[in-house]
């Protein structure tokens, strides 16, 4: 399991930005992504618009919430530090 990143962006926009990169790096490791997962699975920047754009793919699982018996949605552990 990956230990828990520090965003240093003042906007959420930006910290979704800087999440995208942070899981980028850590899905182009060996070590980090040992099953070569990939989340981010295009991501493009339009130079005249500034426009990003990014596909994701984040596996999950569902889970039993015990406070009130709903079924919650979480994304799968796929990297390690």
Known sequence: MATKKTLGAATLEN????????????QSSASNNPDGATVVTAYT???ATG????????????????????????ATELFVD
């Open 45 to 47: 920047r339009n130079m």
């Open 51 to 74: 426009l990003v754009t990014v596909s994701l793919s984040i596996p999950t699982d569902d889970v039993l919430d015990p406070t009130d018996g709903s079924i919650d949605v979480m």
């Open 15 to 26: 910290q979704l930005l800087e999440i995208i990169e942070q899981t980028q790096r850590m």
